[in-house]
C-alpha cells in the first residue's frame, strides 16, 4: 500500500472546515462503506477549537484567571446536578495539564511576575479542584441509595483517574500558601477570596467547620480556550445526552446552598430524634453530594438508642423501652424472637431516616417498602403481646409507622404525577382511608395526618362535584399491589370499601352544589389552619386558590395539566 500521509497532510492545508481529503478515484459513498463506525481508529470526527489553541502558560489577567475559575465551578457543578465528568469536570483544560501551568516567559522578563502570579492562583484552583472531585465521586458512590449512579449523578471517569497523589491536609495547606503569597497584590483580591472558598468546599465536604467566605462582585473576562468537548479523546462509546452549564452566578448560589446544608448536618449527631425527623422532612431537593454526606452522618447514630427514643415518646414511657421488654421475655425461643425483632426495626428505623434523602422516585417506592415492613414487624409484636402484655403498646407504635410511610408515598404520588385523572378521586379516597386510621391509633405525631385527613375529606366532595372519572377494579388493584400484598395492613385498600365510599359521596353531594362547596370549603378552612399550626407554608398557598375559587362561588374546573397543578403538590380549582 502506497504511503500517502505527505499528500494527505499537504491537501488537509486548503481544507476548508467540514470538508473531506480523498483521492478523486474514490467516490463518497465507498469512503463512507470504508469506515467501521464507532472504532476511533477509523470512524472520522473532526474536532474543531474554534475559540483558539489551549495554552497553560498564557500570561491570563485576574480577571481572566476568575473567569476560568468560576467556569470551573460551574462545570464542576454541572455534574454534580447529573451530567457526565466528560461533559462537565473534564472539559476544563487546565485540569489535565497542572504541570504544564508555568510562565511562557523568563525570569528576566518584566512581565515574569504577573505570569507567575496567574500561573499560581491557577495551579492551587486546579489542585483543590481535583480534590474537591475526587471527594464527592468517593462520598457520592458510598452513599448507600442517597445519590444513585446512573440516576442521580454519573460516576464513570473514563479511564481518567480521579484520585490525587497529595492528602487532603498537603492540598489544603498548599492552597493556603498561594492564597496568603497573592493577598499581598490588591488586583489579585478576588482570585485569593475564590481559592479560600474551594478551601472552605473541601472542609464542607468533610462535614468540618469552616469560615464563611463572601465572593467579591467583580468583571471577569472570558477564556474560552480554556474549555473543549474532550468526550471524543476519553474511553468512552455511548451516546451522551445534552448537558446545560449554569451561570456563575447560579453556581455561586448552588455551592453557597450546599455548604449550609452541610454546615447544618454535624449537629444532627447530638440532636434528639424529633429535631432530625423535622430537619429531614423540611430538607428542599438538593445536590446528590449533599445527601450522600446526611447518608453517610446517620448511619454513623446509635440506632438503639434512637428506636428507645422513639418507643419512650410513642408509648408515654421513660427511656429504657427496649431494656424493659427484654426483661419480660424468659423462653429461648421468645427471646430469639424478640433480638431478632429488635435488630430489624432498628434497621426499618434508621432506613425511614434515610430515605429521605433519596431521589423523589425512589423515595416513594422506599416508603412502600417501609410500610410492608413496619407491618411485618408490627404483626410479630403482636404475636409476642399475646404473650407479655408489656408489648401491647409497641403494636400500634409499630403501626402508626407503617401508616405514616403509607401516607408519605400516597403523597408522592401527587408531587410526581404519576396519577391518571381518572384515578384521583380513588386516589384522594385512599390517603383520607390512611390519615384516618393513622388518627385512629392515638399516637403521638398525628398532626400531619390530620391535616391532611382534612385536605382529603375536601378533595374528595370537590372530586364528587367536578368528576374526572374512577378506575376499574383492575387498574385499582393495580395502583395498591404493595398495600394488598402487605399481610394485616392496618387499613387494607379494599375495592368494596372504595365502591361504598364513592356510592356514599355520589349520593350525598352530586346534583347538590351548594352542599358541596360549604362542606369542602369547612374542610379545606380546617386542612389552611393545620397547615398553618404546622409551619407549611408551601400547602398552605396549594389551598389557598382553591379556598378563593370555592369563596367567590364561581364555576368549579379543574386547574389543567400545564398550568398550576404541575407544580403543585395539592391539585386546584382555577
Known sequence: MPDIKAWLTAAAQYLPPGGVVKPPTLSNMEAMNALEMMDPQMDWGMHFAPHGKFDPSAPLSPAQVCWVMDEMGARELAWLRGGTLAQTVFTALHSHNTLEIMPGVPPNDKTYLAAWAACAALRAFVLAYAKSVQLEAAAMSEASGAARDGEDFWADPYGVPLETAEDVPE??????????????????????????????????????????????????????WAFDDVAAFLRQNMPLSAVSYPSHEEMWTGFRDAMGQLAAAPALAHSSLADIEIHLAAMPETLPIVRAQYRALLNTLDRDALVDEWLSTAT???????????????????????????????????????VRLQNPPRRRRGFQHLSRTWCDQASSA??????????????????????????????????????????????????????????????????WARAWAAVASGMLILYTLVPTGDPSSSEFALRHKIALGTGLHPAPPLF????????????????????????????????HRLMDSLGVRSLQSDLAGTIAVLESGRELKWAEDGTAEVAERIPRLK
Open 316 to 354: 408515654s414511657q421513660p427511656r429504657g423501652v427496649l431494656k424493659r421488654l427484654d426483661h419480660e421475655i424468659h423462653t429461648p425461643n421468645d427471646r430469639r424472637s424478640f433480638a431478632l425483632w429488635r435488630d430489624v426495626v432498628a434497621g426499618n428505623f434508621i432506613l425511614g431516616l434515610t
Open 171 to 224: 492540598v489544603v495547606a498548599y492552597v493556603d500558601s498561594a492564597a496568603r503569597w497573592l493577598a499581598q497584590r490588591e488586583e489579585w483580591a478576588p482570585a485569593v477570596a475564590r481559592l479560600r472558598f474551594r478551601i472552605a468546599w473541601i472542609a464542607a465536604l468533610q462535614l468540618q467547620p469552616h469560615a464563611a467566605v463572601s465572593i467579591p462582585k467583580t468583571e471577569t473576562e472570558r477564556v474560552d
Open 496 to 527: 368494596s370499601a372504595w365502591e361504598a365510599a364513592k356510592e356514599a359521596l355520589d349520593e350525598a353531594y352530586k346534583g347538590n352544589t351548594k352542599k358541596g362547596r360549604d362542606a369542602a370549603l369547612a374542610w379545606l378552612r380546617t386542612a
Open 382 to 447: 403482636a404475636r409476642l403481646a399475646a404473650r407479655y402484655p408489656a408489648f401491647k403498646p409497641i403494636v400500634a407504635a409499630v403501626r402508626a409507622r407503617a401508616l405514616d410511610a403509607d401516607l408519605s408515598a400516597a403523597l408522592a404520588a401527587l408531587s410526581l404525577r404519576l396519577l391518571a385523572k381518572h384515578e384521583r378521586r380513588a386516589h384522594w379516597w385512599w390517603i383520607a382511608r390512611v390519615a384516618g386510621a393513622r388518627l385512629a391509633l392515638n399516637e403521638v405525631g398525628g398532626d
